[in-house]
């Protein structure tokens, strides 16, 4: 989640953001067809400007 030389492509700002999803059960990310999983959260990286996303990283790939 580097934001090192970043500039957005929609307003050519230069500074990010990042913030977290999934800090309740309800909102983790979760593998498809699975009922029971304690899922993991997720990562989202933007222009600090326009909010654009740039980046989705879940946090525990191992848990998907």
Known sequence: MSNEN???MKCGHTETKTGKIGNSN???VKKV???M???TGMFISCCAKCGDVYSL???NPNRL
């Open 33 to 35: 067809g699975k009922l």
């Open 37 to 39: 999983t304690f899922g």
């Open 6 to 8: 970043f500039i957005c």
């Open 26 to 28: 309800y909102d983790k």
């Open 57 to 59: 990283t879940i946090e």
